[in-house]
């Protein structure tokens, strides 16, 4: 299939929130909030709208990334701005054809020209090893509780772009979701059940 690419508008909001709860739910637990926390995103000082993109299948969409601004700092309190992606999603029925792959490499490039230093995330370092992503530990980078955690993932966007840039990384805090808040939010999607699967036991 021909996939296009292009930036999410205030338009498509609704329709990614409703994909990337499809493809989280009962990923990593039952239900999820990724489609919470993708709304409380895009309302927030530390939202990369030029980063913010969307896959099409003709016009329907089918994926979406997103970026937010987040902090190292180090031991002398000294401050670095970087990157932080996610959530990223597929809807299912599109997983595993390269979509996903697609919007994480055309964003790498756009952050690159952007002049951003690095991206850090959360994520399963064989899968975002083939982007080059390397354990944060390798730099130095741990995390806001000062652990290294091999799942704590950087990406320099231009040799030695981390270089000088170590300490803890600390997401911004709309990543935090509260219980009655992801209850409300709920309400405005079809009801949909929650499952214990493996994948959440891995």
């Not at 354990?135 to 990406?155: H, R, V």
Request: charged residues 30%; hydrophobic residues 35%; aromatic residues 12%.
């Amino acid at each position: 299939m021909n996939y296009s690419i292009r930036l999410e508008t205030e338009s498509d909001y609704r329709e990614t929130e409703m994909i990337t709860r499809e493809s989280f739910w009962d990923v990593y637990k039952p239900g999820c909030d990724e489609h919470l926390i993708l709304h409380k995103i895009r309302k927030v000082k530390a939202f990369v709208k030029e980063l913010d993109l969307v896959v099409c299948d003709r016009e329907r969409i089918v994926g979406n990334i997103i970026y937010s601004k987040a902090i190292i700092i180090n031991e002398n309190n000294d401050c670095f701005e970087v990157l932080c992606m996610g959530p990223v999603c597929v809807l299912p029925d599109y997983q595993k054809k390269g979509i996903g792959s697609l919007l994480i490499n055309e964003s790498i490039k756009m952050a690159r020209k952007l002049k951003y230093k690095g991206i850090i995330l959360l994520g399963n370092p064989n899968f975002y090893g083939k982007f080059g992503f390397k354990k944060a530990s390798l730099f130095n980078i741990q995390t806001s509780a000062g652990k290294d955690f091999d799942y704590l993932l950087a990406l320099e966007l231009y040799e030695g772009s981390l270089n000088g840039i170590s300490g803890r990384f600390y997401e911004d805090s709309v990543f935090q979701v509260a219980p009655n808040e992801l209850v409300e939010f709920e309400k405005q999607f079809p009801f949909k059940e929650k499952h214990i699967t493996d994948t959440q036991l891995k």
